[in-house]
């Protein structure tokens, strides 16, 4: 049985759901957050100790700007009335990605994180304004400035994931084959599963399905 530490999802289909069940892309996300829940709920009780979520990328900036506004204030509100709740379950929050928000969101990440920090029973990585090209270029950057040598050890260690296992198990819901720019480095030897199902259809159920077989792969890592 493969261990499992790390668990990455894109979380893929709110707008399309919206538009299909709601008539609404914006009503896609708020479901999502409902699946957010299950699936938060489901990584502790298989006490998996990293989830990270793909929440906005720096493309996702080219959306409309009433459906970027709508999506910040949804999380806005999510993270008001859960950091206590997170608290509570011993859960803490890691925002990865640069915090170019507004005051009030940037401040209530901050806080976020700083509330959280010595929680130990999960944590989550939140993936705000993240783009994995910029991030690998960003440590590069960061090396050339400390006179490092350039190395995989180094370029791990000023990643924004630093000190944070790489993930062993990749999900993409919403029937999506690529990794839009997401964690390129770090899921250099993931198991990838793809799902057909949108974000907000996703459920625990499925979510079990994929640890199980993912626990059955042979991974070989290079090896015969």
Do not use: C
């Not at 829940?37 to 502790?44: G, R, S």
């Not at 298989?46 to 204030?73: C, D, G, H, M, V």
């Not at 974000?199 to 090896?223: A, S």
């Amino acid at each position: 049985m493969n261990p499992l530490n790390h668990v990455a999802i894109i979380m893929d289909g709110n707008g399309r759901w919206g538009l299909k069940n709601k008539e609404s892309r914006n009503e896609g996300h708020k479901a999502g957050l409902k699946t957010v829940e299950k699936v938060i709920k489901e990584t502790i009780n298989q006490k998996i100790k990293y989830l990270t979520l793909f929440a906005f990328s720096t493309e996702n900036w080219n959306r409309p700007k009433k459906e970027i506004n709508y999506l910040f204030n949804l999380l806005e509100s999510y993270l008001s009335n859960k950091i206590e709740s997170f608290n509570k379950k011993n859960i803490k929050l890691n925002i990865i990605g640069t915090k170019n928000f507004s005051k009030k969101l940037n401040k209530l990440l901050n806080l976020s994180e700083k509330k959280t920090a010595h929680n130990t029973i999960l944590q989550i990585n939140l993936a705000l304004n993240y783009g994995s090209k910029f991030e690998i270029i960003n440590a590069i950057k960061k090396i050339n400035k400390n006179n490092d040598k350039i190395n995989e050890k180094n370029l791990s260690k000023y990643l924004e994931t630093k000190n944070i296992p790489d993930p062993e198990l990749l999900i993409r819901t919403g029937n999506t084959k690529r990794l839009s720019n997401f964690l390129l480095w770090q899921l250099a030897y993931a198991e990838i599963f793809f799902e057909k199902k949108l974000w907000p259809d996703f459920n625990e159920k499925d979510y079990v399905k994929i640890i199980k077989k993912f626990k059955k792969i042979k991974r070989n890592f290079g090896k015969i």
